[in-house]
């Protein structure tokens, strides 16, 4: 079983701050993936990062792939209310099976 | 379209009752998963299909059975409920695009045992 882990697992910041967040694990993936989850509901795909080193922008959202394929981080920028979530990252080896992160809890204060 | 849909929304058992969780898409989406939630560990994997009459096992198996009779409907059953599978449980759907499956989740079921 591949371990992902998060962190922070939780943080709490001013409308306007930046952030970043971190998955990290010792295995390498042939793809990883963010998601945001909101309360009582399933997780959304936010984006799909292959190639180490490979940086996606999304709005204020940046995601970065490690050079490894080991690790990825979730940069955003001047955080707004509606980014509260829980985000998380699943990275894949075969391309279909995908292993879960522990999760970061965001919350944006107005 | 409506996605992926999970009934029921919520459910209480008693320890030892069965009971079949349903998941339905209507994307026409080959590959079919089912993930438990659990405070402080993630997603994990129970059980995952890519096709009609196909099915293999996740991470977390035990205690539970699929079948995949349609590409639409992917139930996931519960063969006697413990306290230990009192979780929020998540169905998705997949499509590949460019070798990369992208998932889509269904809203969920929060199951509690007692």
């Known amino acids: 079983t591949q371990l992902l882990e998060q962190s922070p697992q939780f943080l709490s910041i001013q409308e306007g701050e930046n952030l970043t967040v971190y998955c990290n694990s010792s295995?390498?993936?042939?793809?990883l993936q963010w998601y945001r989850q909101e309360p009582g509901e399933g997780p959304v795909l936010l984006v799909t990062v292959v190639t180490g080193g490979e940086v996606k922008k999304l709005k204020r959202l940046t995601f970065q792939f490690g050079d490894a394929r080991k690790d990825s981080s979730l940069h955003i920028t001047a955080a707004q209310p509606g980014d509260t979530g829980l985000y998380l990252c699943a990275g894949s080896v075969t391309g279909n099976q995908f292993y879960f992160g522990t999760g970061t809890s965001l919350t944006v204060i107005p | 379209n409506a996605g992926v849909t999970q009934t029921p929304k919520f459910q209480v058992l008693k320890t030892g009752q069965s009971m079949t969780l349903q998941c339905a898409q209507d994307m026409n989406h080959e590959y079919m998963s089912w993930y438990r939630q659990d405070p402080g560990m993630g997603l994990r994997l129970i059980h995952y299909s890519v096709g009609a009459g196909i099915t293999d096992q996740g991470e977390v198996p035990n205690g539970y059975n699929v079948s995949r009779s349609t590409t639409e409907d992917f139930p996931l059953r519960l063969l006697s409920a413990a306290p230990s599978q009192t979780s929020v449980y998540f169905c998705?759907?997949?499509?590949?695009?460019?070798?990369?499956?992208?998932?889509?989740f269904g809203p969920g079921t929060r199951l509690t045992v007692t």
């Open positions: 998705a759907s997949s499509y590949r695009a460019q070798g990369i499956y992208e998932q889509y």
């Open positions: 295995s390498v993936f042939s793809s």
